[in-house]
């Protein structure tokens, strides 16, 4: 049988065959990755069995900003872009897919993931959804000019390539919205009642483990309810927020906070020993006191703040569960409460059991 010309109708079938197969295969590989890295690099290791191509550089929106992913010898680069380069915010504004000779002198100017030692064209795709403009596409040609077949697979990739990346970062942010309403509290954004306890359970098994102390502090913010009274819920809520902005600040890598109810939140301090409670406890309690809060900034309202706490660590009390922890830390902050406010009481380790009784005749048997 004879070899069939490279241009022959059978030829040119059997290489769109060949192509559309490994586009299809590719597009397989493809869909439950959701992580933007590793579908670029799939993309990038298998582009070549679908077109021929020098380089390649997808721009894609995203909130905030934009996602540009370039690859070039079967290796890509993802990086985020604040704004626009000028040659991505001219095609990107334009709209028009063009073929542009790589050899002439552009303005824009090409940018360096589009240059190609040599290379002879790039063809330059926008990518639109409903006339809106969300994406766009450019790739670079070797020596040779791009074949018709090579930008038909071009256009077919490079469109599928972002209908994905952008469904997989909008199912991304949706997946992140709904992990963050799961574990942070609406009004001040610190981690939410549920989630400081997780996080307690968690530090607490793994100081068991280590050997190491853990401590607990509940901060609660002194005559809250004068404020709600006095100047009104709104004016209480932004107590709160800024209490809560004070404690990012105020708080250690190695401290965990989050809104335990109302007024009161709860620290995670680990590896923390009584003494180191107690000084961590009057660094929130002095950086909390230390400014008035600005409750209303047109008006120039201004509260003074303060807040008491309890503190308890597991120092002499390697057993102590989450419960056991936040009972003795709850009765440490009444006694703050009782004795003035705006102060630190940690906690006394438990007594330890007394020894069990004896009959008689078990002190003889010893």
Known sequence: MEPQHPNSPLASAQQQLVRYEALFRLLDDLR?????????????????????????????????????????????????LESLPPWDAHHWRTQHPCVLDAGAALDPAL????????????????????????GLIGVASKAEPFSAL?????????????????????????????RARAYT??????????????RLSGQLALARRMHVPLAVIIVDADHFKRVNDGYGHPAGDEVLRELCRRFRILARTSESFGRYGGEEFLFVLYPCGAHEARLAGNRIREGIAAAPFVIDPASGLELAVTVSLGAASTDGDPGATAETLISRADAALYRSKAEGRNRVTVAPPPESPPPPETTPEERVSR
């Open 32 to 80: 439950p990755l959701d992580d933007v890295d590793a579908a670029a690099r799939l993309c990038a290791s298998r582009w070549k069995y679908i077109a021929q191509h020098g380089a390649w550089r997808l721009v894609l929106a995203q909130e905030p900003g934009f996602l540009c992913l370039a690859a070039r010898r079967g290796a890509a680069t993802v990086a985020p």
């Open 185 to 198: 509290d609406a009004l001040t954004g610190a981690l939410n009642r549920a989630a400081i306890l997780d």
């Open 150 to 178: 090579d930008r038909k697979f071009i256009q077919l990739l490079g469109t599928q390539l972002a209908d994905h990346l952008l469904h997989a970062t909008l199912r991304a942010k949706a997946l992140e919205e709904l």
């Open 111 to 134: 940018p360096p993931d589009l240059a190609v030692e040599g290379g002879s064209e790039v063809l330059v795709t926008p990518i639109t959804h409903s006339g809106v403009a969300v």
